[in-house]
């Protein structure tokens, strides 16, 4: 069974940094790109980065372009998200979406999410 | 970057009822696009990707068309699990966006 759990959040000052976890399982993650995407409170889903099977491909939303750095470590079955200068905007619901392909297509699974919350 | 517009922002249907949900994107996406549903306190459900082909294990209630810049999801006969947010996404070009989102609510 695919699982797919999120950590890391939490309440944290403007400015400040956060690192975002993703622990995976049921599936072999060498095999599949894997991406970020948040939800704002009362707003829609927003894809925050993504990043392909090998990290030779990497992308951000420009909302986050500069601030944000996804990484993967396929050996522990981890995907990342290093969150710096981070803004009151920033505050959402952070989700861990698993590829259907090697190289950045639809979302076939995704875990519970973890929270994220920017104020002072 | 690649703006999806969905419409309309509310649907009000009744359980048995047909519902088409509207994407148009920007610039083509040729049929690179899917389709998902959200409910409050859960993770997305992908329903349709590639513009037309249902997810395993997604009712054949479910059906998505078209290509380039215009989609339609449609639901053939609503049942009360049906009720939600459904969001279009395209993966043609990064950064990979997503629709504003449609809700989907009871009558």
């Known amino acids: 069974e695919v699982q797919l759990v999120e950590s890391g959040g939490g309440l944290v000052q403007p400015g400040r940094s956060l690192r975002l976890s993703c622990a995976a399982s049921g599936f072999i993650l060498d095999d599949y790109a894997m991406h970020w995407v948040r939800q704002t409170p009362g707003k829609g889903l927003e894809w925050v980065s993504g990043i392909t099977w090998n990290s030779g491909t990497v992308g951000y939303a420009d909302s986050v372009k500069g601030r944000f750095t996804i990484s993967r470590d396929n050996t522990k079955n981890s995907l990342y998200l290093q969150m710096n200068s981070l803004r009151p905007e920033d505050t959402a619901l952070y989700y861990c979406a698993k590829d259907m392909r090697s190289f950045g297509d639809s979302f076939n699974y995704w875990g519970q999410g973890t929270p994220v919350t920017v104020s002072s | 970057e690649t703006v999806l517009t969905q419409s309309p922002a509310t649907l009000s249907l009744s359980p048995g009822e047909r519902a088409t949900l509207s994407c148009r994107a920007s610039?083509?996406?040729?049929?690179?696009l899917a389709w998902y549903q959200h409910k409050p306190g859960q993770a997305p459900r992908l329903l349709i990707y590639?513009?037309?082909k249902r997810a395993t294990g997604i009712p054949a209630r479910f059906s998505g068309s078209g290509s380039g810049t215009d989609f339609t999801l449609t639901i053939s006969s609503l049942e009360p699990e049906d009720f939600a947010v459904y969001y279009c996404q395209q993966r043609n070009t990064w950064p990979i966006t997503f629709g504003q989102g449609t809700r989907l609510e009871i009558k």
């Open positions: 590639e513009a037309s």
């Open positions: 610039q083509s996406v040729d049929t690179y």
